[in-house]
């Protein structure tokens, strides 16, 4: 029952309110106990109860008590704080049948009881009824601290995480949030882990109350990726994990066996189903299940996981941002040196085209070896194009740099062509596989190697190596884009180049073509009077005998008429004819 003034005079000693208000300390949890200890020895009743209304604002649950069963704290109680059900819950669960009940104000919205528990009907004397009512007041005080305590504390952990966003570090903000736990909710230690996404440890964590052996072990627990049940446990639950027993039941955790006669508090640090990390504080047993410590914890956790998620935003958006401005400086580098390709289009050679792009590839990397390689799809071969400056300067002394090399024989830097796609070998002495190295080539230590592919044939590779970091999915993207925008480029040389020598042909196929007509009609032209000449000549070869035989005959009558008459006019007259024409001849 709600108790009521007795009707004599009352006098409430302030100085007992003072004197309780200021024996409060930063610990809720503990202020409660002493309170509700408090007011049992000052009304003489066996026990006492204090109810609290939950955030949900339907649901009452018993906070805190004296005397009674610890594991009666947080457990939920029957709406009607007055009636029958109310009574009967009472006696069911601590034995007592009698109540008297303090209203206790909350400024924050909400109502909360003091009730007193006896075995016999009481009647209070004004002297104890003012202690109670000193009580009530304290517990108002208590729960003011509580709510500004919380509120300050939340307040911290949001400003931390704007201040310190940009400087992508959480160890202030979790070792603060351990401190204050310590030091200020009575904690014995409380460490916190952080988990990347796949819930694996990554290594860090920020702890208050370890010793320095207790911080080693756990130090490598958590490098070694391993993580305790009660953890993976708090991960998967909104309520965490309660151990009241860590050596029986945390057998194997390496904190299990430093805290004999402590409990643990596993909670895990998640927003909206993705999990940070996990919260761990020990408390002495008595107070393992104390609802008031897990409400502390779950409002802490709560801010924290907002905390974490907010600055992980920041993080990620800081890191957009860069990405984004790394991304337009690329693309200007990359937009810059292909106007200096289009230019070297006019005079420079294919090779030397290569040269200067391979160069490029090797200083966007950080690398220190390159090639340029081309494909014939038709021999499988691979045609070596050009090397980068460094590699011919210093780097590779091969007797045959330009020759063509069977895609059977190579080693694994050709398996982008064989797979049609990157591949990177950040430790080429340890990749299987390895066929080795030509004589006098570069040592290698490491190689990205990206295919050109068109129509989905490889028409060519663009390699480089020996970077002294690993190669990274960055590198592999803007090397692609860089061979890419190389072939294109050698496609339009090439296909200028091709363009020219039909030209060429052509010219030269037109300079015959007019050759050859004009040896048509030369030919022609001389042929006409050859034709007539050798005609002639088989005349001549016909005729010349029988005047040969005539002229035989003539001089053989000449002689018979000279032999007649050698004075004869007619004979000297020819005579003379033939010594002038020189017949013989």
């Given at each position: 029952?709600?108790?009521?003034?007795?009707?004599?005079?009352?006098?409430?000693?302030?100085?007992?309110?003072?004197?309780?208000?200021?024996?409060?300390?930063?610990?809720?949890?503990?202020?409660?106990?002493?309170?509700?200890?408090?007011?049992?020895?000052?009304?003489?009743?066996?026990?006492?109860?204090?109810?609290?209304?939950?955030?949900?604002?339907?649901?009452?649950?018993?906070?805190?008590?004296?005397?009674?069963?610890?594991?009666?704290?947080?457990?939920?109680?029957?709406?009607?704080?007055?009636?029958?059900?109310?009574?009967?819950?009472?006696?069911?669960?601590?034995?007592?049948?009698?109540?008297?009940?303090?209203?206790?104000?909350?400024?924050?919205?909400?109502?909360?009881?003091?009730?007193?528990?006896?075995?016999?009907?009481?009647?209070?004397?004004?002297?104890?009824?003012?202690?109670?009512?000193?009580?009530?007041?304290?517990?108002?005080?208590?729960?003011?601290?509580?709510?500004?305590?919380?509120?300050?504390?939340?307040?911290?952990?949001?400003?931390?995480?704007?201040?310190?966003?940009?400087?992508?570090?959480?160890?202030?903000?979790?070792?603060?949030?351990?401190?204050?736990?310590?030091?200020?909710?009575?904690?014995?230690?409380?460490?916190?882990?952080?988990?990347?996404?796949?819930?694996?440890?990554?290594?860090?964590?920020?702890?208050?109350?370890?010793?320095?052996?207790?911080?080693?072990?756990?130090?490598?627990?958590?490098?070694?990726?391993?993580?305790?049940?009660?953890?993976?446990?708090?991960?998967?639950?909104?309520?965490?994990?309660?151990?009241?027993?860590?050596?029986?039941?945390?057998?194997?955790?390496?904190?299990?066996?430093?805290?004999?006669?402590?409990?643990?508090?596993?909670?895990?640090?998640?927003?909206?189903?993705?999990?940070?990390?996990?919260?761990?504080?020990?408390?002495?047993?008595?107070?393992?299940?104390?609802?008031?410590?897990?409400?502390?914890?779950?409002?802490?956790?709560?801010s924290l996981a907002i905390s974490l998620h907010s600055r992980e935003l920041d993080r990620q958006n800081l890191e957009t941002q860069k990405s984004r401005e790394r991304m337009l400086k690329h693309f200007e580098r990359l937009s810059a040196f292909r106007i200096k390709q289009v230019e070297m289009m006019k005079n420079a050679s294919v090779r030397k085209i290569l040269q200067a792009t391979i160069d490029e590839a090797e200083e966007w990397t950080e690398s220190r070896i390159g090639f340029f390689h081309f494909i014939e799809a038709e021999h499988e071969t691979i045609s070596m194009?050009?090397?980068?400056?460094?590699?011919?300067?210093?780097?590779?002394?091969?007797?045959?740099?330009?020759?063509?090399?069977?895609?059977?024989?190579?080693?694994?830097?050709?398996?982008?062509?064989?797979?049609?796609?990157?591949?990177?070998?950040?430790?080429?002495?340890?990749?299987?596989?390895?066929?080795?190295?030509?004589?006098?080539?570069?040592?290698?230590?490491?190689?990205?190697?990206?295919?050109?592919?068109?129509?989905?044939?490889?028409?060519?590779?663009?390699?480089?190596?020996?970077?002294?970091?690993?190669?990274?999915?960055?590198?592999?993207?803007?090397?692609?884009?860089?061979?890419?925008?190389?072939?294109?480029?050698?496609?339009?040389?090439?296909?200028?180049?091709?363009?020219?020598?039909?030209?060429?042909?052509?010219?030269?196929?037109?300079?015959?073509?007019?050759?050859?007509?004009?040896?048509?009609?030369?030919?022609?032209?001389?042929?006409?009077?050859?034709?007539?000449?050798?005609?002639?000549?088989?005349?001549?070869?016909?005729?010349?005998?029988?005047?040969?035989?005539?002229?035989?005959?003539?001089?053989?009558?000449?002689?018979?008429?000279?032999?007649?008459?050698?004075?004869?006019?007619?004979?000297?007259?020819?005579?003379?004819?033939?010594?002038?024409?020189?017949?013989?001849?």
């Amino acid at each position: 029952m709600i108790c009521t003034p007795p009707e004599a005079p009352r006098r409430r000693s302030y100085a007992f309110l003072q004197e309780t208000i200021s024996s409060l300390c930063a610990s809720f949890p503990e202020n409660m106990r002493s309170l509700t200890r408090r007011a049992c020895e000052m009304s003489d009743c066996p026990a006492s109860l204090y109810i609290r209304m939950r955030e949900d604002g339907k649901t009452r649950y018993l906070a805190a008590g004296h005397a009674v069963s610890k594991g009666l704290l947080g457990i939920t109680m029957p709406q009607e704080h007055e009636g029958p059900a109310m009574d009967h819950w009472i006696l069911e669960h601590t034995g007592f049948e009698h109540t008297l009940s303090f209203p206790v104000s909350l400024r924050s919205g909400g109502y909360a009881y003091l009730t007193m528990l006896a075995d016999k009907p009481r009647r209070l004397t004004i002297k104890q009824y003012d202690a109670l009512e000193v009580i009530t007041l304290a517990l108002t005080h208590a729960e003011e601290l509580q709510d500004a305590s919380r509120g300050n504390l939340t307040q911290d952990l949001f400003s931390s995480s704007q201040e310190r966003a940009r400087e992508q570090c959480d160890e202030t903000l979790l070792t603060s949030v351990c401190r204050e736990l310590v030091e200020q909710h009575g904690a014995e230690s409380a460490w916190i882990a952080l988990v990347d996404r796949t819930r694996v440890p990554d290594g860090r964590f920020f702890h208050t109350g370890l010793t320095t052996d207790e911080t080693a072990r756990l130090d490598t627990m958590l490098k070694e990726g391993k993580i305790s049940r009660c953890a993976s446990r708090s991960m998967n639950t909104a309520d965490g994990q309660v151990i009241s027993s860590p050596r029986l039941k945390c057998s194997a955790c390496p904190m299990s066996e430093d805290f004999e006669g402590f409990g643990h508090l596993s909670i895990g640090i998640c927003f909206n189903d993705q999990p940070y990390g996990w919260l761990t504080v020990s408390v002495p047993s008595r107070y393992i299940s104390d609802h008031i410590q897990h409400a502390v914890l779950q409002d802490l956790i709560t801010s924290l996981a907002i905390s974490l998620h907010s600055r992980e935003l920041d993080r990620q958006n800081l890191e957009t941002q860069k990405s984004r401005e790394r991304m337009l400086k690329h693309f200007e580098r990359l937009s810059a040196f292909r106007i200096k390709q289009v230019e070297m289009m006019k005079n420079a050679s294919v090779r030397k085209i290569l040269q200067a792009t391979i160069d490029e590839a090797e200083e966007w990397t950080e690398s220190r070896i390159g090639f340029f390689h081309f494909i014939e799809a038709e021999h499988e071969t691979i045609s070596m194009q050009a090397w980068s400056t460094r590699t011919i300067e210093s780097m590779c002394r091969m007797k045959d740099m330009y020759g063509h090399y069977q895609l059977d024989h190579a080693g694994i830097w050709a398996d982008a062509i064989r797979e049609k796609r990157t591949v990177t070998h950040n430790d080429y002495a340890s990749a299987p596989n390895r066929k080795g190295l030509p004589e006098d080539h570069a040592e290698l230590l490491r190689d990205m190697v990206v295919p050109i592919i068109r129509n989905g044939r490889v028409m060519a590779i663009l390699g480089v190596g020996n970077k002294s970091r690993y190669y990274d999915e960055d590198d592999a993207f803007w090397v692609a884009a860089l061979a890419d925008q190389t072939w294109e480029i050698i496609e339009n040389k090439l296909f200028v180049e091709h363009q020219e020598l039909m030209r060429h042909q052509l010219e030269h196929a037109k300079k015959m073509e007019m050759i050859g007509n004009l040896a048509s009609g030369l030919t022609h032209e001389i042929n006409n009077p050859l034709n007539f000449i050798r005609l002639n000549i088989a005349n001549l070869d016909e005729d010349f005998p029988n005047l040969t035989n005539l002229v035989t005959l003539y001089r053989q009558l000449l002689e018979g008429m000279e032999s007649i008459d050698a004075c004869s006019p007619i004979t000297r007259e020819i005579r003379s004819r033939e010594e002038a024409i020189d017949i013989d001849g």
